[in-house]
């Protein structure tokens, strides 16, 4: 950990940083890195710590005294406020930021992403503090080329379809298309930082993930999480596997996404945390544009990753298709296509993702299948018995 410099040869100096939202997929991730790797200090704030707590216990591990929970509900809690101002830096991942919610529970959805974030950054700029803001890859919504017939050659030119920070526009759908409510509440708190940012001089950064994907991502319905609740495609479709039941193909599967492995694009958070003066005042696409896949095209490699992993042959029929309205409900829509552009991030950063979608495949359904395939395996002999 000695002699570790910044992009500019500067040495790093430890910081505090107050992480709210730190006991999910992403802050755990980042926890992780932050104690192995750096001298930094975490208070880690959020209503669970379940995925955080093989950091936490025991005493003697050797960053206990550089992390320390705060089970606090940003909602209504005055302490949050005191641990903002004890930190250099706040990052704030706290969110719902599951699909199956933006259409069915659009209020939470609304509030978690947009009101409940607001003290988080009136706090930042009346106290002079550096904040860095988890948006989304989601605020680009649908493509331009969406818009053009399906075989306009327009379609396949990057102009249509690379979703640029500083050049981009975001395209929803009507207010009827609930899914689109998480979309706008996290423009709007963009907004609303890169305001603070130009009028008050907050120091900001912000992030746009695209489709983060590994390992504690989520959970496993009826395992660590409702049986009826509906998580994003990486744990639905482990969920499928793991039960050997097909895997289902919303609207045909047609879809485009790319997937980035966590523990990539949590180099790029640490670069952003550790570079304050390349990273202030931007805005970054964090994903990979290497790693793109239709959903059919995700489905078919996760069913031979698995088959790989777990030496359990595939399903005669992998897949089934369903309609968008019976898997999500009423409101639901979907984004067509989500290339990053990588020019910001790169310039400021140098930063590039490196793991294959295959490989990364490979790791995290090896942990899925560890953690999760007896407890399937007991839970489905149970209700067979009953
Ligand atoms: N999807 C699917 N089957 C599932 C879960 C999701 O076909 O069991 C599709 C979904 O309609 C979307 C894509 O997979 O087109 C990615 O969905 P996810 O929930 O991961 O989040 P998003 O990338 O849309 O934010």
């Known amino acids: 950990m000695a002699g570790r410099v910044d992009l500019d ?86 969110a719902i930021c599951t699909p199956a919610d933006y259409n069915t529970r659009p209020l939470d959805t609304i509030y978690s992403n947009f009101i409940d974030a ?65 979309a706008c509440a996290k423009q709007l708190i963009e907004r609303l930082i890169y305001a603070e940012g130009a009028e008050n001089g907050l120091e900001f950064t912000i992030v746009r993930p695209f489709n983060w994907i590994g390992p504690r991502m989520d959970f496993i319905p009826g395992i660590d999480g409702p049986s009826e609740g509906v998580p994003r495609v990486l744990a639905c479709f482990s969920n499928n596997l793991l039960r050997r039941e097909p895997l289902k193909l919303v609207d045909g599967g047609e879809s485009q996404r790319t997937f980035i492995y966590i523990k990539d694009a949590i180099e790029a958070v640490l670069l952003m945390i550790e570079n304050p003066a390349r990273a202030n005042g931007h805005i970054f696409n964090v994903g990979n544009p290497n790693n793109e896949v239709t959903v059919r095209q995700l489905a078919e490699m996760m069913t031979k990753v698995y088959s790989k992993v777990s030496g359990e042959s595939s399903l005669e029929t992998p897949t089934i298709d369903v309609s968008s309205k019976e898997f999500y409900g009423e409101g639901y829509d979907d984004s067509d296509k989500r290339i990053p552009d990588m020019t910001i991030i790169n310039k400021q950063l140098a930063w590039n993702p490196k793991t294959s979608l295959w490989d990364l495949l490979e790791s995290t359904l090896t942990y899925q299948h560890r953690t999760y395939a007896e407890a399937i395996k007991q839970a489905m002999s149970k209700s067979t018995a009953n």
């Open 9 to 94: 040869g500067n040495p790093i100096k430890p910081i505090t940083i107050c992480m709210i939202g730190a006991g999910g997929f992403i802050g755990s991730h980042l926890c992780e890195k932050l104690m192995s790797e750096t001298p930094h200090k975490v208070l880690a704030v959020d209503v669970s710590n379940d995925k955080i707590k093989h950091l936490l216990e025991p005493a003697t591990l050797a960053w206990a005294d550089r992390i320390e929970f705060h089970r606090i509900n940003i909602k209504n809690d005055s302490r949050l406020e005191g641990l903002i101002k004890m930190a250099d830096l706040t990052i704030n991942l706290a």
């Open 118 to 182: 607001l003290p988080v950054v009136k706090y930042c700029s009346e106290n002079g503090k550096r904040l860095i803001h988890f948006s989304t890859c989601e605020i680009y919504g649908k493509t331009i080329g969406a818009f053009l017939p399906k075989d306009n050659p327009l379609r396949q030119d990057p102009a249509y379809y690379v979703l640029k920070e500083d050049a981009s526009p975001c395209i929803f759908g009507p207010i009827e298309k609930q899914r689109w409510s998480y």
